[in-house]
């Protein structure tokens, strides 16, 4: 039973990081294409549009992380279940990873930036933002879909 609680935990707290993160992959292309510099820079850096994805997701990912590692743990003796759920947990890490390399760097350059005229570095720094949440959902989903392969794949003795 511990098992089966584990596998739907791991896979819930997945699918609640990955949420968040696919938001971003879906709103990316009229962000990129289509909003005025004025507009992206005030739906995002101003009025606090993504200050619950910092409270609630960051928390999330973490504990994403340490349940697919529990989960891990517990099919250690079974394969291919355990390699697809450590597959899981590794790209989940790469996620978290890939946050604190491409979209942490560039949030502290959106939170150096006052209203005002749009900054010289503005194309850069979004870009650098945008494409950081994809890459962050692009490991998201395959760690999804590692942890739900371990949760249905036969368990065989190692």
């Known amino acids: 039973m511990t098992l089966y609680l584990t ?11 990955l949420g968040p993160s696919f938001a ?3 709103e990316a292309p009229p962000r990129l294409s289509v909003w ?4 992206w820079r005030e739906a995002t850096v101003f009025n606090g549009q993504f200050e619950l994805f910092a ?5 999330l990912d973490v ?12 099919l250690a003796g079974e394969r291919p279940a355990f390699w697809f759920a450590f597959a899981g947990t590794c790209l989940l890490v790469v996620a978290l990873g890939a946050w604190f390399t491409l979209v942490s760097p560039a949030n502290a350059v959106l939170a150096s ?3 005002g005229p749009i900054p010289t ?8 933002w945008e494409t950081g949440h994809m890459v962050v959902a692009a490991a998201k989903i395959l760690a999804f879909a590692s942890i739900s392969m371990a949760v249905l ?4 003795p190692a």
Do not use: M, N
């Open 113 to 115: 930036w006052p209203p």
């Open 121 to 128: 570095d503005f194309a850069l720094v979004r870009l650098q």
């Open 63 to 74: 504990a994403a992380i340490l349940v697919a590692g529990l989960l891990t743990y517990f």
């Open 55 to 59: 409270k609630i997701g960051g928390p």
């Open 153 to 156: 794949a036969p368990r065989l």
């Open 36 to 39: 005025s510099p004025e507009l």
């Open 7 to 17: 596998a739907l935990v791991s896979l819930l707290l997945t699918a609640l990081s």
């Open 24 to 26: 971003h992959v879906l």
